[in-house]
C-alpha cells in the first residue's frame, strides 16, 4: 500500500512564498510519476504540476507556471512544490498523487493517479 502525507500548509501574504512537502512510503517510489493538485471550496480539483519518475520532465498548469517549482528526491521519498509570489486565488487545499508505475510520461489528470494524500491548507491573505 502506497501512503502519501503532506506538510508545508498554512498561512501567507500575498507576494511570499511556501513550500510544500509530501512524503511517500512504498517499495519503489522512483518509479512513481508525482503530481501536485488543489482543490478550493465549492470548485472542482485542479491540476497544478507533475513530474516524472526521474525528475527529468515536469509540467505546470498555466495559472502556476514560473511561480511554483516541483521536484523530487527519490533518496528520500519525498515531492516538494515550491511556490512563490502567492496570490489569494491560490488559496486552497493541497494534495500530492502518486501513479504507480509513472514510465517516461506526466499526468494532468486526476484519475489517472491512483493513491493520494489527506492534503494540506493553503491560505493567501491579500
Known amino acids: 500500500q502506497v501512503q502519501l502525507v503532506e506538510s508545508g500548509g498554512g498561512l501567507v501574504q500575498a507576494g511570499g512564498s511556501l513550500r510544500l512537502s509530501c512524503v511517500v512510503s512504498g517499495p519503489t517510489f522512483s518509479t512513481y510519476a508525482m503530481g501536485w493538485f488543489r482543490q478550493a471550496p465549492g470548485k472542482e480539483r485542479e491540476f497544478v504540476a507533475s513530474?516524472?519518475?526521474?525528475?527529468?520532465?515536469?509540467y505546470y498548469a498555466d495559472s502556476v507556471k514560473g511561480r511554483f517549482t516541483i521536484s523530487r528526491d527519490n533518496a528520500k521519498n519525498t515531492v516538494s512544490l515550491q511556490m512563490n509570489s502567492l496570490k489569494p486565488e491560490d488559496t486552497a487545499v493541497y494534495l500530492c498523487a502518486s501513479r504507480v508505475p509513472g514510465g517516461i510520461y506526466y499526468y494532468t489528470r486526476a484519475g489517472s493517479y491512483d493513491y493520494w494524500g489527506q492534503g494540506t491548507q493553503v491560505t493567501v491573505s491579500s
Open positions: 513530474i516524472i519518475w526521474s525528475g527529468g520532465n515536469t
